[in-house]
């Protein structure tokens, strides 16, 4: 649960950097397109928390990503 | 302006526009007279697939300016000058060919089909990006993603019924595809030049992307709403289909672009939070 939390909290920071408005009330439920990101500040993001965690998410997996839990969750699963 | 002796990039540039013009005139040339089958349109398709045809061939009827300010801004190298005036005379025929469509499909008259034209000359299209190589990013990422529509559309004609229509679209898909693969190899011999300046246009261009006919063509929101329902290209299709594939081409890594990308998406929202004050 830490690790989700650190993970969400992750986002949050690096999705503020990108976009330079506040996430504070992201959830792992949130829809990526809702939060108004756009393909390349998604990009961004993505590429952004690989670099902080030293993971890579394969680009074939890049378009599964619908909520912020599914970007976490890749993460995740790379970090194991 | 002061012309320097031919250099290599130039030499490079030029022999990119012959290899695309050989294989264009051997192998890509068609005819809007002879090759589409034009007794197979069908009348009883949808309004739907009309919409889209007109506003695909609305896009396409800016052409004068997209010549005049292409043109203009590569005349002074040979090899891109002439591409520009062969482009044009491709592109010509993509709006010709859809204006056909309309009229001999039923779906609108010759007075309406001039009438839209005259609405669409009120307005000029302005080049989005101030260099020849942002332009030439430009060319790469927009000649992409308007292939992928027209693949898309090429189905949406086909699932209707109309041969004719599917025919066109499979030529202008071709079409375009060249293109985007002539900016992609400029864009390969720009990076090879100055890595770090294209790596910052092109991020700039990805930042601040829209398509051509966005604030010019009538109705345009209502219009891409019922393109995008019938194959238009939403945030997964453009990262799968475009984004991808231009880096993959290019030989970028997406790790490479973070730094660039960063600086154009923070220049990006600076502009945008300063239009909103």
Redesign the interface.
Known sequence: MSDQKDLLGLFKTVAER???RSFETVTRESVI?DLGV???????IV??M??ELNV?IP?ED??EIVTVGDLCSKVEHRLV | MTREPVTRMEERLYRIYMEFFEKAERERRWSLFDDIPWDKVNKDCSDDLALCVETFASVEMYLPDYVASGINVVRPWFGRAWWQANWGYEESKHSLGLGEWLMRSGKRTKDQWFDHYNVIAEKTWEAPFKTARQMTCYGAVQEQATFVIYVKHRDYARREGDEALYTLYDFIARDEIAHTRFYQEVVTALLEEDREGTLADLAKVFAEFKMPGVDLVPDYDARILQMRDQGGVDRDLFIRKVYLPVLKFLNIGRHEMLAAQRKALQDRNDERKLAEE
Do not use: A, N
């Open positions: 990108v976009d330079r397109t756009d393909s390349l500040s998604m990009m961004q590429g952004e690989e670099t890579q680009d890049l378009v």
